[in-house]
């Protein structure tokens, strides 16, 4: 890691607040944790930790060593795939603050693992880390794919169209009992208009649904 003495560049990223590439931290006391955001980051489109910063964006400072020991363990050890992590001293107010850029992974997801063992993919929403839906997965399955895709508007299809003319949004539960079709196929068909720009993600009152795009395709 390289040492750099810059306040203003530390204050500058402060006053942006927490945001989607963006998380403050007091310090890093878990390094299983840390790895939720680590997973965050590298599934939705890169972002920065800033350790020795607290919530309210008041400098603390850290021993970097330590912290950078914490990161490299969460990085290395609780995720998988490994993402690619970045780690800068700076000097703020004569304090330490260690930035942990991740950047965003080229093949997703990149998974945290939990105290059973078990492998789970979050992504960054605003200012926050929450748990990939299954939509999330098999956009990223598809996108892996070697195969094609082709958008059909029928059966299903038609019927997840027809029903986003009358509602503003739909979840995975409603599509699929609407529909008659399996829980699978439901998500796979809202993950490929996804991935088509057809529907677009909306993230309210801690659950995720789909609604139609701005674009101007029509049905």
């Not at 400098?59 to 914490?70: I, T």
């Not at 107010?93 to 991740?102: D, H, M, N, P, Q």
């Not at 208009?193 to 993600?201: D, H, K, M």
Request: glycine share 6%; charged share 30%.
């Amino acid at each position: 890691m390289r040492l750099v003495d810059s306040t203003d560049f530390i204050k500058k990223l402060i006053s942006e607040g927490e945001h989607v590439n963006q998380d403050f931290k007091f310090e890093i006391s878990d390094a299983r944790k840390i790895s939720r955001s680590l997973s965050a980051f590298a599934n939705t489109s890169g972002g920065r930790l800033l350790i020795g910063v607290k919530d309210n964006g008041r400098v603390a400072g850290v021993k970097s060593e330590e912290e950078a020991y914490m990161i490299d363990a969460a990085a290395n050890v609780y995720c998988n795939p490994v993402p690619v992590v970045e780690m800068t001293t700076y000097q703020a107010e004569g304090k330490t603050v260690l930035i942990a850029s991740v950047e965003a992974a080229d093949r997703k997801p990149v998974f945290a693992i939990d105290s059973d063992g078990k492998k789970i993919a979050f992504v960054r929403i605003a200012d926050e880390n929450i748990v990939a839906s299954p939509v999330h997965l098999s956009i990223w399955r598809q996108e892996q794919s070697a195969k094609g895709a082709i958008v059909r508007l029928d059966g299903a299809e038609e019927l997840l169209m027809g029903m986003l003319r009358h509602d503003e949004t739909v979840d995975i539960r409603s599509f699929t009992k609407l529909a008659g079709i399996k829980r699978y196929e439901a998500i796979r068909i809202i993950a490929k208009f996804v991935r088509f720009g057809v529907l677009e993600e909306v993230f309210a009152e801690h659950r995720f649904c789909w609604r139609r795009t701005s674009s101007d395709i029509e049905f």
